[in-house]
């Protein structure tokens, strides 16, 4: 794997907005998260060969490079020759074919024998050879979709929104199975998705696009803790974001919920906003750094957590158990200095 990468650089004219799209992955699972209409699929069309840039370079390197797209060399490689699979949303699997035949429909023949049993195995299919689509679930559909584009051993997988149709339950379910299944496969995957537990949970890297244009990207784990911009924060979950008039080096007026804060880094004259996650508030005493008056809140109860909506408009949430009912908000809370995101527009 050390001397794999997959060269991305495109641009392409859209509707709404230029898709302007530069990385380069060289080990595992990547992750471009985003919300509806920025590009996302776009760009996984194009590496598929089923949309086409106006202009760029896509290749992979591995033992030698094959250059999948380049438009000064005039090169296109249709979607067959890329060995590229991909996951569609719907799966698309032919409503006529079983499971095996789904199975086996790109592989060579003298190999069937051989690799369909193999991936029925591997993807827990026993029993189900001569089912159809129809008779499936959806977790089966999404195991034998994932069958079919490992048995012609792709270097690259692409997943669309794998799970954008499903409910809360099959979700979870499925994904620990793709986590599970694509274990050990030792080519590439990029996954689209605009939900953000997705890409934590799935994704080694990370880009996070908006507009057509990559606004962040890293370790998932550093977007996640540090995303620079109020829109990366914004699309990593972060529920509390404010303008700020910068004090001095280490504290700032929120202009939305008019409070004044600490933080720990330094902070740089580019800063517009800040952020806080609504989990990052705790218990504390009136003497403290960054206390917050709870006077006038109002909570909601969810199963696992509290919805507390302070009166200023900040939100916090506070895990608790199904079976607990009651909860005494604290008069005072406190944001730790180290828990205050410094954001730039």
């Known amino acids: ?113 051989k690799t369909v049993p193999e991936m029925i195995r591997r993807f827990h299919l026993e029993g189900l050879e001569k089912r159809y689509p129809r008779q499936l679930s959806g977790g089966q559909q999404q195991r034998v979709a994932l069958a079919r584009i490992m048995a012609y051993g792709p270097d690259v997988i692409l997943l669309d929104e794998p799970f954008s149709a499903m409910d809360t339950f099959l979700k979870e379910q499925l994904r620990l199975e793709l986590l599970n299944s694509l274990k050990g496969f030792k080519g590439f995957s990029i996954m689209v998705t605009h939900d953000r537990d997705e890409a934590f949970q799935f994704c080694d890297e990370l880009i996070v696009l908006d507009n057509g244009k990559i606004i962040a990207k890293g370790e998932t784990y550093e977007v996640f803790e540090n995303p620079k911009k109020v829109q990366v924060a914004r699309l990593t979950g972060c529920k509390n974001i404010s303008k700020v008039e910068i004090i001095d080096d280490h504290h700032v007026r929120s202009l939305d919920w008019g409070l004044e804060f600490e933080v720990s880094k330094e902070i740089t004259p580019n800063i517009t906003h800040i952020g806080i996650r609504a989990h990052d508030f705790a218990f504390c005493q009136q003497d403290d750094v960054n206390v917050i008056n709870t006077i006038n809140s109002t909570i909601i109860e969810m199963p696992f957590e509290w919805e507390i909506t302070l009166a200023n408009g900040l939100w916090w949430k506070y895990d608790k158990q199904i079976h607990e009912h009651e909860f005494k908000i604290p008069k005072y809370l406190k944001v730790d200095p180290k828990n205050i995101i410094l954001l730039e527009e």
């Open 1 to 113: 794997m050390s001397n794999k990468m997959l060269k991305v650089n495109i641009q392409k004219e859209l509707k709404e907005f230029d898709l302007d799209v530069d990385f380069e992955l060289k080990k595992g699972r990547l992750g471009i998260l985003g919300p509806s209409g920025c590009g996302k699929s776009m760009t996984l069309k194009s590496i598929a060969g089923i949309v086409n840039p106006d202009s760029g370079v896509i290749s992979l390197t591995a033992d030698d490079e094959t250059v999948y797209f380049d438009s000064n060399k005039k090169i296109n490689l249709k979607p067959q020759k890329r060995n590229v699979g991909y996951l569609f949303q719907n799966y698309a699997l032919f409503p006529n074919m079983t499971v095996e035949e789904n199975i086996g429909i790109g592989v060579e023949k003298e190999n069937r024998e």
